[in-house]
Nanobody, 127 residues
Framework: QVQLMESGGGSVQAGGSLRLSCAYSGRTYDLVRMAWFRQGPGKEREGVASTHQWPPRTLYVDSVKGRFTISQDNTKNMLYLQMNSLKPEDTAMYYC????????????????????WGQGTGVTISS
């Protein structure tokens, strides 16, 4: 089992920045990919960014490219999402997700590709 806990959400004005953090623990040695998802009011959950062990790569949804950066520090068991130039449409609950080797990938932005989820942290961007 793997446990995930997000932090860092809050309320900022458009154009501002936030950094989300996700602490992971448990059987972390078997994790093969991690991601951030979000679900805005009245919207479906969408993949925002992901990071993969092999081959090493990071992937982003088009709407955040150039503004968000996903990073991982395995020495601290932390996943981050640096969010810059925030827009009101970035308002959402943000979730950390992880997949171990038992979980088949159906695409990085498909929530079924991840078998561990955090509780979420809220982000509100005002105009």
């Amino acid at each position: 089992q793997v446990q995930l806990m997000e932090s860092g959400g809050g309320s900022v004005q458009a154009g501002g920045s936030l950094r989300l953090s996700c602490a992971y623990s448990g059987r972390t040695y078997d994790l093969v990919r991690m991601a951030w998802f979000r679900q805005g009011p009245g919207k479906e959950r969408e993949g925002v960014a992901s990071t993969h062990q092999w081959p090493p790569r990071t992937l982003y949804v088009d709407s955040v490219k150039g503004r968000f950066t996903i990073s991982q520090d395995n020495t601290k068991n932390m996943l981050y999402l640096q969010m810059n130039s925030l827009k009101p449409e970035d308002t959402a609950m943000y979730y950390c997700a992880a997949a171990d080797s038992t979980t088949q990938s159906r695409g990085w932005s498909n929530s079924s590709s991840y078998n561990y989820w955090g509780q979420g942290t809220g982000v509100t961007i005002s105009s």
